[in-house]
């Protein structure tokens, strides 16, 4: 049952033959990927952290203008898309047979998702409005498509599908909050994320973990994971529940994670087990192996892509991650100016032009709040392009996953527009 993190495993394409936005010229796209970046990441930060954050105890960080290199070379519309590195899990979901396995497998695939979140402790850029990211698997047997949504609040909106029309999909709306606490920098994506297994007809729904950025005053940034996510088959009422256990300050303990799903009566079936940096297993209870004659011997589920060579010069980045942000990516030219590749200061920051990245940084930012003066003077009201709002009034941005529904929905546009290169009308954002 092992699996590591990566390519798919005899799913079905996507994409047809001969289509010119995906397949390019009748086949997938070459393209090996990388394992390094331009330039490696600063060995320091040029600034003092706590000069700029010693007044924000207790605020929102969103609000607020960081210079470049407190980032790694991504936005958040890229890191979401990183759930497809293990998306061989996903695909084994999809056609096995057995409810509570299928549970099993879609539970270690969101674990390995934290693969590499603890030692990355640069941020994502924050998502200008409109800012799109696109992904699409080389062999054209997965694809993703994120739209950041709204800027006060923070909010994402991404889908994805792969395996073919017997495969999988998932649709994600997540509120990113940020919050100062003196020491620590608190992380938190509200929201939900929901994966459907098209063959079985099911839906789990699901939340996401919260992040902590620790010894901010001293600037030996380290992360912690405290993660508590519970899973729902909406179909079947089997659930699953799992931990990611802080560490406390042990740094070789990040990442240890445990979980157990069950049954729609409440009986423990499988107890997940490992590290969301290492391996994950699985283990059938007592009862359940007895139930199934099978043993109850640990099986190795998932285990982590090897790191690329000298990681921390590549701010600890996945081989998947290095080449979201690819310009070599024969992608390139199918792409919408609002694909964030296209981001001047996230590519001067990969480049090592780190005071480019920052002046970008900031002239970006404030085009985007003349963009908004502009609307509000006009009394015009803006709109996403991909994704619409669907349910108004509520307390929060975001629906969580113990409540029904989405306040955004899919308008399912993207791909068509994408082959047809008709965007419409697109915000100028860079």
């Known amino acids: ?37 331009p330039a490696p990441k600063p060995l320091g930060r040029g600034f003092s952290i706590w000069s700029i954050l010693k007044n924000m105890i207790g605020r929102d960080l969103t609000k607020i203008t960081m210079p470049a290199t407190i980032n790694e070379p991504t936005s958040m519309t890229q890191r979401m898309a990183e759930v497809l590195e293990n998306r061989s899990l996903l695909e084994k979901a999809a056609v096995e047979t057995n409810s509570l396995d299928r549970l099993m497998l879609v539970a270690c695939w969101l674990l390995a998702g934290y693969n590499s979140q603890p030692q990355r402790d640069n941020k994502p850029f924050n998502p200008l409005l409109g800012e799109t990211y696109e992904w699409v698997a080389p062999d054209g047997t997965a694809r993703y498509l994120c739209e950041q949504v709204s800027h006060h609040p923070p909010v994402s909106c ?42 079985w007809g099911e839906e789990y729904r699901f939340n996401l973990g919260t992040i902590t950025i ?65 391996a994950l297993n699985a283990t059938l209870t007592p009862a359940a192996a007895e139930e199934r004659g099978a043993s109850t011997d640990p099986q190795l589920v998932w285990t982590r892509t090897p790191e690329v060579p000298n990681p921390t010069e590549q701010y600890c980045m996945t081989r998947f991650a290095l080449g979201m942000n690819d310009p070599a990516d024969p ?88 082959e047809k290169k008709a965007w419409g009308e697109l915000p100028d954002i860079y």
């Not at 940020?178 to 459907?196: D, N, P, Q, R, S």
């Open 331 to 418: 992608i390139m030219p199918f792409l919408p100016p609002t694909d964030c590749r296209f981001r001047p200061d996230i590519r001067a920051l990969e480049l090592g032009e780190w005071n480019r990245a920052t002046s970008e940084k900031l002239r970006l930012e404030e085009k985007q709040r003349s963009a908004r003066k502009e609307r509000k003077e006009a009394g015009i009201e803006y709109h996403p392009r991909w994704f619409k709002q669907v349910m108004f009034g509520t307390k929060e941005a975001t629906q969580l996953a113990t409540q029904p529904g989405a306040v955004w929905a899919w308008t399912g546009e993207y791909w068509e527009a994408r």
């Open 1 to 37: 049952m092992a699996t590591t993190g990566g390519g798919p495993s005899g799913a079905g394409a996507l994409i047809r033959a001969g289509s010119t936005a995906y397949a390019m010229g009748g086949r997938a796209r070459v393209y090996e990927g990388r394992d390094r970046l």
């Open 214 to 278: 620790n010894d901010v005053i001293l600037g030996r940034f380290w992360i912690d994971l405290s993660c508590d996510m519970k899973i729902r088959n909406e179909q079947t009422g089997e659930t699953a529940r799992l931990f990611i256990k802080p560490c406390r300050g042990v740094l070789k303990e990040r990442g240890k994670c445990e979980g157990v799903v069950y049954d729609a009566l409440g009986k423990e079936v499988w107890k997940i087990s490992g590290s969301t940096m290492v």
């Open 158 to 199: 991404f889908v994805g599908e792969g395996a073919g029309e017997q495969g999988y999909s998932f649709y994600g709306e997540v509120e990113t909050k940020t919050k100062f606490w003196g020491k620590a920098i608190e992380c938190i994506l509200a929201g939900h994320m929901a994966v459907k297994l098209k063959a």
